[in-house]
């Protein structure tokens, strides 16, 4: 299943959250997406004046109950926007209203979710989000085995931190990637985790220049990949400008695939380009993996969803093969 929110224009007030099913035994045939949630519907549900939806993101838990986190903005833009918690039913035809995520002692504003949550081993999970309004920082939110919300915390001092994505490495510890909003010449902070999520490492910069851009990390066996506007620093990209074809570069013309070397040093290698567009953009790639393949979804042109499939296999060979030619 994917989620994804749609009208004339981003913060239009006839935005709607739209569902789609891929049918993978029908060569990936997606069906017709059908609208699930509109901004009435969940101010009706809410109690509050909605005007406009963005951002949702669906978690299935250890209990396989699916919930849907959503943003909301009642007034303003996305400075002012709030979380709200739904769940499917079992048929997922249907959304039942949870609540507001209350993760401000005055206002509860500027709080926005990009990326899935974590399932923990008690049967609960994590949620990584952020707070978009001045410092712009990262946030974990935890909750208990039946979805209630437990507490939430900041997890460094950096600024200008956004949209974290977080993968787990084994059963205690955690990987956190973060979008960077003109800060620190542009190099990707990494940041691990121990305790489940409950102690915090330095944060640590990469070899990953992010231009303000929504990145997101995945875990296959034990290697670690992430999904990355590269535009500005993209080969292909720029040998399509080299041969006078019209393109317009910048970091999002195009979406690739990068490989984490190596952790300690925060080390990324280039494996392949996702997709390119010449006079639009790619952003806000989504993934699952499955047994053979890496399912991916991204927003083209601000137009249209996107879906791709990579197989495993395929990227997993193609590291060892790296491997290998350095011994």
Known sequence: MSVFFAGTKEGAR?????????????????????????????????????????????????????????????????????????????NLDRLNYVDELHLGVISN????????????????????????LADKYPIVVFFDSNGSFLFHRRINTLKS?????????????????????????????????????NIWDNPYQSNIKNFDSSSLLIKINNEIFLLHND???????????????????????????FWLKDIENGIFEYINTIDISKNGEISYPAAIVDTKYMHITYTLDRKNIKYQRIDIHSILNKINQNKGDEV
């Open 14 to 90: 006839d935005i709607k959250i739209y569902q789609s099913f891929l049918n993978k035994n029908e060569n990936g045939s997606w069906s017709t997406p059908r609208p699930i949630l509109s901004a009435n519907e969940l101010s009706q549900l809410s109690g509050k004046c909605i005007k406009k939806l963005g951002n949702p993101i669906i978690f299935k838990d250890t209990n396989n109950k699916i919930h849907l986190f959503v943003v909301g903005v009642s007034f303003g833009g996305w400075s002012a926007s709030k979380i709200y918690q739904l769940s499917f039913n079992e």
């Open 109 to 132: 504003l500027s709080h926005l979710v990009r990326t899935p949550a974590l399932a923990l081993e008690n049967g609960g999970f994590m949620l990584p989000l952020y707070h978009e």
């Open 161 to 197: 931190q956004l949209q974290p994505t977080i993968i787990p490495l084994n059963n205690n510890e955690c990987l956190a990637f973060f979008r960077i909003h003109r800060e620190y010449d542009n190099n990707a902070f990494l940041q691990k985790c121990s305790a489940n999520g």
């Open 231 to 257: 535009g500005m620093n993209n080969q292909k990209v720029a040998e399509i400008k080299s041969n006078s074809d019209e393109i317009h570069i910048h970091p999002r013309t195009s979406l690739s695939l």
